[in-house]
């Protein structure tokens, strides 16, 4: 089936540095979500991305869906303690009752 | 409050000791899923179903069992569990009028098979 792959798979950064992490696939996507998972938690739904080129904001989280349809963007500004988690990206298989997750970017801040 | 709840948070069993994991959402979804989550796989989908009555395949599903008899419970069965089993794993809802709709998920369930 299809596959995404995400970048990083992990990440140690100080607190208040700018984050980075992309998720790409061989297929196209019509949808592209990410998520977060905290500790002892499930994943919790952060930003829906539904057209290529969008780009939206969840407070200091921004995603971009890319142009081509085969990739995705989640950035996140000025990290605080409370961003530690994993960050899986997400989409739905077309004509599938299936959302294919990437192997998620595990987020260490050191403060 | 809106959740999926997944019991139990944590099991430790033997294998070929037959098991089940409930879950159960307060939403009225009529999609539900299994997946398991395993380090630098991501989380894997084992079984979905669309409503009552109605399941299927995920790409992970062999092992394991579903049933779908009411609407809010989606139970998770492994009748002979084996160590490959041993793994995190999350159940979750949405509504399946579009599937873009977001998943709710559980939090988890850590199984360990020895």
């Known amino acids: 089936g299809q596959q995404l792959n995400q970048s990083p798979q992990s990440m140690f950064i100080q607190e208040g540095e700018d984050v980075s992490m992309n998720c790409t696939s061989s297929?196209?996507?019509?949808?592209w979500l990410w998520y977060k998972q905290e500790p002892g938690e499930g994943p919790v739904l952060l930003i829906a991305?539904?057209?290529?080129?969008e780009l939206t904001s969840n407070g200091r989280l921004t995603a971009q869906f890319g142009i081509t349809r085969k990739d995705s963007f989640l950035n996140i500004s000025a990290s605080i303690p409370s961003d530690v988690g994993i960050y899986f990206c997400a989409g739905p298989q077309r004509g599938a009752q299936k959302l294919v997750f990437g192997q998620g970017t595990r987020l260490t801040i050191n403060p | 409050e809106a959740q999926v709840t997944q019991n139990p948070r944590y099991l430790i069993t033997v294998t070929g000791k037959k098991l089940t994991v409930t879950c159960s959402q307060n939403?009225?979804?009529?999609?539900m899923s299994w997946y398991r989550q395993d380090p630098g796989l991501g989380l894997r989908q084992i079984y979905y179903?669309?409503?009552?009555?109605?399941?299927d395949k995920g790409d992970v599903p062999e092992g394991y069992k579903v049933s779908r008899k009411e609407k809010r419970n989606f139970p998770l069965i492994l009748e002979s569990p084996s160590p490959n089993q041993t793994s995190l794993y999350f159940c979750a809802s949405r509504w399946v009028s579009s599937y873009n709709s977001p998943l709710h998920f559980g939090n988890g369930t850590r199984l360990t098979v020895t």
């Open positions: 179903s669309m409503n009552v009555e109605v399941t």
């Open positions: 991305l539904y057209k290529a080129g």
């Open positions: 297929s196209i996507f019509n949808t």
């Open positions: 939403m009225n979804h009529e999609y």
